[in-house]
């Protein structure tokens, strides 16, 4: 099992930037996948990037793609989303998950393991 913790969510202007830090415990965090969802106020959960276990290999949704990076530092437990040109509709609950087979996985059905999410909010 792993558990996991989210931080470094927080209120920004449009424009600014956040990094955010998914920590997890447990010795085998290495074996694990990663991502990250994030949910709006009365919309569904959705894909916002992935990271296999070795980091070799990331995915990220339309809406992330080019302003948004996942990393990982297993020596630390630790995935990361740094998150760049944010903007009024990137606010939002954002969930680290995780699940210990290797290769990517960009739906949630296919995470056992979840944060309980750190909210960022993006001001205009």
């Known amino acids: 099992q792993v558990q996991l913790v989210e931080s470094g969510g927080g209120l920004v202007q449009a424009g600014g930037s956040l990094r955010l830090t998914c920590a997890a415990s447990g010795r085998t965090f290495s074996q694990y996948r990663a991502g990250w969802f994030r949910q709006a106020p009365g919309k569904e959960r959705e894909f916002v990037a992935a990271i296999n276990w070795s980091g070799s290999s990331t995915s990220y949704a339309g809406s992330a793609k080019g302003r948004f990076t996942i990393s990982r530092d297993n020596a630390k437990n630790t995935v990361y989303l740094q998150m760049n040109s944010l903007k009024p509709e990137d606010t939002a609950v954002y969930y680290c998950?995780?699940?210990?087979?290797?290769?990517?996985?960009?739906?949630?059905?296919?995470?056992?393991?979840w944060g309980q999410g750190t909210q960022v909010t993006v001001s205009s």
């Open positions: 998950a995780a699940d210990i087979r290797l290769t990517l996985a960009l739906s949630r059905t296919e995470y056992d393991y």
